[in-house]
């Protein structure tokens, strides 16, 4: 990439303004360590992303004259120099970011709230927000324009009308309207994913829970449910979306609880009585994978599918980010086996951040967790959370290989590994193009 084409630094003033530097090329951060973007890295904002700042922290640059890496405190503007913050991406489902925003985050003052952060730029030829990031799924459900909020509240008010006394309604009634959960919308819409929330306990103890955090760290993004919901009631609101909604998928443990699999017996049951109910749509379901025999059970139930969690494809680092309460990592390695020994499809929802996700003993771990387990899919979904907290506690010390020779490097490993995003319909489990299906245009 030549580097007066390279994009541009973009800096916030103390009113959240944007602006793109006239001189200062655009880095990225793999890791503790700043970066240029590759060629192969960047492309145009997605469409239904969003800009935001990151506070009280000065952005690094490219200095092509001085031919280094700087931390830019202010800018001029007229005969003053005003204070500037850094600027970050949270990019639209579908897509992986390659590189953090580059910033000195040394000076943060603040723990960042529990969103992606994405290295973000100005492409002052083609005058566009530009992004280090890759395409992985092209399910278009998910797209924010999809979700018009002016016709969901009464779809909200005639659900609840029908069913006034379902609490799992009235949770995902809150998840749709209070957080903006697209998942629970569509329960609504009565289309695509809908959420089956079942369980108010977890055992691990994530350091980005989105559900329950300690008072002393950011906040989490929405509430847990706060009850266990009968058989009776997820059949209640989840048979109508197998049997009426287009492209139908239920999953418990998507969203606003612990980990379903603390709830089997109540899961087992329900699905069971779902699978009698109805031959169409698939029954999917998102955990830690901490028990394998919990996890047979539900797969004898009728389950079509499985999505376990992971940060890290080795036990140390997987350890020190889901803080495990009376299993192993091993366990859930295990649970894979078991999953996909039973047929079903079986996923890794793989929580990647540049630096850790691309280390070198990382891929090789990956790869051998795909030869021994026969995952399907890895599920490439970008970490939320405070991305110099997470390096911290990580202790990473080093950059990787890069995001993209990560992606490559797997693919060339195990052409049939899926890359994706989101759950899948048994009807598109396996797609005739799988082994072209990275990179996406």
């Known amino acids: 990439m030549k580097r007066n084409s390279a994009p541009k630094l973009l800096y916030a003033d103390a009113q959240g303004n944007i602006y793109d530097h006239p001189e200062l090329v655009m880095a990225g951060m793999n890791g503790p360590e700043a970066v240029l973007p590759e060629d192969a890295e960047i492309i145009p904002l997605p469409e239904g992303s969003r800009i935001f700042t990151i506070p009280a922290t000065p952005p690094m640059a490219w200095d092509t004259e001085r031919n280094r890496f700087v931390t830019v405190d202010s800018v001029r503007r007229g005969k003053r120099r005003i204070p500037i913050q850094a600027v970050s991406a949270f990019m639209a489902p579908g897509y992986v970011r390659t590189l953090l925003p580059a910033c000195d985050f040394s000076r943060k003052k603040v723990h960042l709230p529990l969103w992606s952060y994405t290295a973000v730029g100005w492409d002052e030829e083609r005058e566009r927000f530009v992004v280090a990031a890759s395409r992985v799924d092209t399910n278009d459900n998910w797209n924010p324009c999809n979700f018009d909020d002016r016709k969901l509240d009464p779809l909200v008010r005639k659900r609840l009308r029908e069913m006034p006394d379902n609490r799992l309604l009235e949770q995902l009634a809150r998840c749709a309207v209070d957080y903006h959960c697209f998942a629970a919308k569509n329960l609504f819409f009565r289309r695509w994913e809908a959420p089956l929330p079942v369980s108010p306990a977890c055992n691990s103890r994530c350091l980005g829970c989105i559900s329950l955090q300690p008072s002393d760290c950011c906040p989490s993004n929405q509430e847990r449910i706060s009850f266990v919901p009968t058989p009776e009631e997820i059949v209640e609101i989840a048979l109508p979306h197998l049997l009426e909604a287009p492209d139908p998928i239920v999953s418990y443990g998507q969203g606003c609880e612990g980990d379903p699999i603390l709830q089997a017996d109540v899961v087992a049951e329900a699905t069971r009585r779902l699978k009698q109910g109805s031959s169409r749509g698939t029954v999917n379901f998102n955990s830690n994978g901490s028990m394998p025999d919990r996890v047979r059970m539900l797969c004898d139930a009728g389950m079509d599918s499985m999505r376990f969690s ?103 490993e195990f052409p049939r590994i899926q890359f994706g995003y989101f759950n899948r319909t048994r009807e598109n489990f396996y797609p005739p193009d799988l082994e072209k299906g990275w990179p996406i245009p």
């Open 310 to 412: 992971m940060n890290s494809a080795r036990e140390e680092y997987y350890n020190r980010y889901y803080r495990p309460v009376g299993y192993t990592f091993d366990n859930v390695v295990e649970s894979l086996r078991v999953a996909k020994e039973k047929g079903l499809f079986t996923m890794i929802n793989y929580l990647v951040s540049p630096g850790l996700s691309d280390d070198e003993e990382e891929v090789a771990a990956l790869l051998k967790l795909i030869a021994d387990t026969g995952v399907d899919m890895i599920q490439m979904r970008n970490l939320s959370i405070d991305p110099h907290f997470y390096n911290r506690r990580m202790g990473l010390h080093k950059k990787g290989i890069g995001m993209h020779r990560m992606l490559q490097r797997v693919k060339r």
